[in-house]
């Protein structure tokens, strides 16, 4: 069964603002890591939270993770065109399992 | 060297076929991951490999045989397919199943067809 959720499952935003994207999950996880996808292809490693750690930036991404509402949050800054993806949490305990993933659209 | 390369890119298949998936990658890792993905769906995870031994096979159905020949190839063999088994085929690698170094790199997919 799938692990994460996220919400919402669409979003369309303009370039230059930010676009936020959050996941739940159900049960106990090591990690939790955001991947994006292009058009049906392979997918990009984003960015890993480790389930003792509470807020991570990487660039134009900051991650937060709240495990006692079992939840994780993504803010993509200052978005741009090439933005324009899937995004999928998903949560490692033993396996890593994908969240059904968020459509994004950055508008030009 | 980053990746994680996957041929063939596209494949098309009869039911009766028998044909292969083939992985590689070259960044030292030793767990190797075979996942397929329907149309707007998330990736499922169907085998690991972890220092070229079978870890996980996710009640994938015999017609899928896994087999990794060394620590940089992966395979998925493929035969008696049928038409709801078209999907998006993907290898990923990580360094180990260590859990805390669980990031994962993908390689592009092969988009498989069974007609």
């Known amino acids: 069964s799938q692990q994460g959720e996220e919400d919402p499952q669409a979003l369309s935003i303009q370039e230059g603002e930010n676009a936020t994207m959050n996941c739940s999950y159900k049960?106990?996880?090591?990690?939790l890591q955001w991947y994006r996808q292009n058009s049906g292809r392979g997918l990009v490693h984003l960015i890993l939270i480790r389930s003792n750690e509470r807020e991570k930036h990487s660039g134009r991404l900051r991650v937060t993770l709240d495990t006692s509402k079992k939840s994780s949050s993504l803010l993509i800054t200052a978005s741009r065109a090439a933005d324009t993806a899937s995004y999928f949490c998903a949560t490692f305990y033993s396996k890593l399992t994908f969240g059904k993933g968020i459509t994004l659209s950055v508008r030009p | 060297d980053t990746e994680v390369t996957q041929t063939p890119k596209h494949l098309v298949m009869g039911m009766t076929n028998k044909k292969s998936l083939k992985c590689e990658q070259h960044?030292?890792?030793?767990?190797m991951y075979w996942y397929k993905q329907k149309a707007k769906k998330p990736p499922e995870l169907m085998f690991v490999y972890s220092y070229e031994k079978l870890s996980i096979n996710e009640s994938v159905p015999s017609r899928f045989s896994p087999e990794c020949p060394n620590s940089s190839l992966l395979n998925l063999h493929l035969h008696a397919l049928q038409p709801e088994d078209s999907a998006l085929y993907l290898c990923?690698?990580?360094?180990?199943?260590?859990?805390?170094?669980?990031?994962?790199?993908f390689g592009p997919g092969t988009r498989l067809t069974v007609t």
């Open positions: 990923a690698s990580s360094q180990t199943l260590l859990q805390g170094t669980a990031e994962q790199y």
């Open positions: 049960t106990s996880i090591n990690n």
């Open positions: 960044m030292g890792h030793r767990a």
